[in-house]
């Protein structure tokens, strides 16, 4: 298994008693992701995506990919939430987070459309200033107004740059099979389309096209990842919270939710899990809070995070725990050097890895904290490998579909975010009388 859950330092807050006693909360949840028995059953195709995929389309991503690899210096993957953050996940996790830096025979990688912000926008812009671009623009609804803002916006720039014959060989969207403004345009355009599945929603989406793309632009084993998330769906496909740890941890969830703890960190000692954490946010996030209900997912990277927020972990309102990370397999080794003065007093770790170094902050902040009244739920993770990632990514989708139907909600809707869009609509001017009548009240209470 190439995550395992650790109870070490879980032991004096929740007993084996407790995690059995949910068998049947979760049978019942079980049933409904395998039977498709539950509410938003038409979402649940990322549970065979890893085996029941389109293979004609994987070796067409398969192919772009080289060709956009050929043809670019700079590949700007347009999207928001579930549209971009499993493929940046995946780059920082496996590559590095400084993946633009490295030397590399393949792109850099920029991430535009997730926000509207006018100076994140046209650094980009300007970083494409002389180089060759291409563009993949993500969205399953292909409505969303800040990824079309940006696609709007490089669009103009390839067509200027190298026409719109030029352009059509350069732009590659990934959008729904038949519906949606993008996917006209696309068509009527000439333009390259992946298919995000029907049944596959925005946050489980990372292994279609949406997360494979761009992965494998970055030259990352995209038949790797799908190996590992398919190992995954095997390993994980028995209702037994002794023989399944995203079942243990969907449930371990629950009872730490129902006492009380209603805030829960994600925390790496890698600095390359960031976008794992975003990813993960948004998978729980989205899935889990609605109905006045769900989890709060927060997350942070230590140690760095120990110097901003660890005061707060350790001695704050005590509604926190945390699901630390434990990568096994880092992939670097760094010595501590010796100091044959001394001058800094730190001899006594000289010869040290650094990998073993942090495991000991690992370990002494799991104690400090589980004595703080944090509980620790540690996943420990095999390596940054291809397959380990998308091993990842699959034992999280279960977990939070099964820690979603436990919480008796419907892990794959996300009601709550039309409410900042109708408004923004509104404000933004969009023709409409409901739009307008909106619009008035929204700036009689400004
Ligand atoms: O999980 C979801 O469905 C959402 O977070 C979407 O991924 C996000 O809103 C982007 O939507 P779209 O891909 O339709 O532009």
């Known amino acids: 298994m190439s995550v395992k859950l650790n109870d070490k330092f879980l032991k004096a807050f929740v007993s084996d008693e407790e995690i059995s006693s949910y068998a049947s909360a979760l049978a019942d949840a079980h049933e409904k992701i395998v039977n498709k028995t539950g509410e938003g059953s038409d ?51 496996i590559k590095s987070p400084n993946y633009n830096l490295l030397k590399k025979d393949t792109p850099n990688i920029y991430f535009a459309g997730n926000s509207i912000s006018a100076s994140a926008l046209s650094e980009i812009v300007e ?57 006209e345009f696309s068509d009527a355009s000439g333009y ?50 002794d023989k399944n740890d995203a079942y243990r941890y969907a449930v371990i969830r629950n009872i730490l939710y129902k006492r009380g703890k209603s805030t829960e960190i994600m925390a790496c000692y890698e600095p ?67 100091d044959p003065n001394n001058v800094d007093k730190l001899n006594f770790i000289s010869g040290i890895d650094l990998n073993e170094a942090n495991k000991k902050a690992f370990i002494a902040t799991a104690f400090a904290h589980s004595d703080g ?8 993770v095999e390596s940054r490998r291809e397959d380990c990632y998308g091993y990842m990514v699959y034992f999280f989708e279960l977990a939070c579909a099964a820690s979603g139907y436990m919480l008796g909600v419907n892990p794959f809707n996300q009601p709550g975010v039309e409410a900042y869009k109708k408004n923004m609509f509104a404000l933004l001017g969009k023709p409409g009388e409901e739009n307008e009548q909106r619009r008035k009240e929204l700036e009689a209470r400004l």
Not at 52 to 61: L, P
């Open 43 to 93: 979402f649940l195709g990322w549970q065979t995506l890893p085996f029941d995929y389109d293979k004609d389309e994987f070796e067409r991503i398969k192919k772009a990919a080289a060709r956009i690899r050929k043809s670019c210096d700079v590949f700007i993957v347009i999207g928001i939430g579930g549209s971009y953050l499993g493929a940046r996940a995946a780059i920082e996790y």
């Open 127 to 183: 970083l494409c200033d002389g180089k060759d671009i291409c563009v993949n623009v993500i969205s399953k609804s292909g409505t969303t107004t800040e990824p079309a803002v940006a696609f709007r916006i490089f669009r103009e720039m390839l067509e200027e740059k190298y026409g719109k014959d030029g352009a059509r060989e350069r732009i590659f969207v990934t959008t729904d099979k038949s519906r949606g403004t993008l996917k």
């Open 192 to 241: 390259e389309t992946f298919v995000v599945p029907d049944n596959v929603g925005g946050r489980y989406s990372v292994l279609t096209a949406c997360g494979l793309l761009p992965i494998a632009v970055a030259g990352i084993n995209i038949d790797e990842i799908m190996n590992g998330a398919a190992r995954a769906a095997k390993e994980l496909s028995v209702c037994d919270v």
């Open 272 to 338: 390359s899990f960031q976008y794992m954490n975003e990813w993960w946010k948004q998978l729980f996030g989205e899935s889990e809070g609605k109905d006045n209900k769900g989890i709060f997912p927060a997350s942070v990277i230590y140690s760095t995070d120990l110097h901003s927020l660890g005061q707060i972990i350790q001695e704050g309102v005590r509604n926190i725990f945390e699901t630390v990370v434990d990568i096994k397999d880092t992939g670097r080794s760094l010595i501590i050097p010796n």
């Open 373 to 380: 009244d944090v509980p620790n739920i540690v996943l420990e």
